[in-house]
């Protein structure tokens, strides 16, 4: 069981976890039903609704690196807002980050709290940032955005986590190349999944 806060405790096995990369995953995951959808929001949406439809699971847990200059590196955050920070229509009157005539507020709020985790904001865009200095999201990442809005149009729970890779800023491509294998094992000990748990799931 995947125990998130007081209300809410999952299955293991009807839990679907979702990483960008391969080498989010490790092998800590292998025995789980995993999705690597390959990076950005198309990549991550296709690979998603096409998931779903297949296993039709009772939980989705996005899991990955992202950069932030408010959290420190190797925290693990849990986001439960989400802007989609590269959509920018203001020219049309539209406010920033808004995506026209899609219902949606600029800020997407949809996602389950973990107990003892600090809470953070997500800036999905398909751009690997390095100059972050906006106010309105702490974490930066490329996928999770499009996965929170599926989730939310298919009405699964949805959890996402966010191993702290680099600080978005001059370093970030350097800090994440060496911080990314350390995600899978962060999580494995977060979630309480190992190979020696993966016979009993």
């Known amino acids: 069981m995947i125990n998130i806060n007081t209300d809410h405790s999952f299955s293991i096995k009807n839990t679907l976890f979702s990483f960008a990369l391969a080498s989010e995953a490790a092998d800590v995951f292998e025995e789980c039903n995993t999705i690597i959808t390959g990076i950005g929001k198309v990549n991550a949406a296709y690979e998603l609704t096409k998931i779903i439809q297949e296993k039709k699971p009772s939980l989705i847990v996005n899991l990955g690196s992202a950069g932030s200059n408010f959290f420190q590196k190797g925290d693990i955050v849990c986001c439960t807002k989400f802007i989609q920070r590269d959509m920018d229509v203001r020219g049309l009157g539209f406010q920033l980050y808004e995506t026209p005539l899609s219902g949606l507020p600029p800020i997407l709020e949809y996602g389950l709290k973990m107990d003892g985790l600090q809470e953070g904001i997500c800036g999905t865009g398909d751009s690997f940032e390095m100059e972050h200095s906006e106010v309105l999201y702490n974490v930066v990442d490329m996928e999770a955005y499009a996965l929170a809005m599926i989730a939310m149009k298919e009405q699964i729970p949805f959890l996402c986590l966010k191993y702290i ?27 309480g999944i190992n190979k020696l748990s993966a016979e009993r799931l």
Do not use: F, P, R
């Open 165 to 191: 890779s680099d600080g978005a800023d001059d370093n970030a491509a350097e800090d994440w190349t060496i911080q990314v294998h350390k995600a899978a094992m962060a999580y494995g000990n977060l979630l």
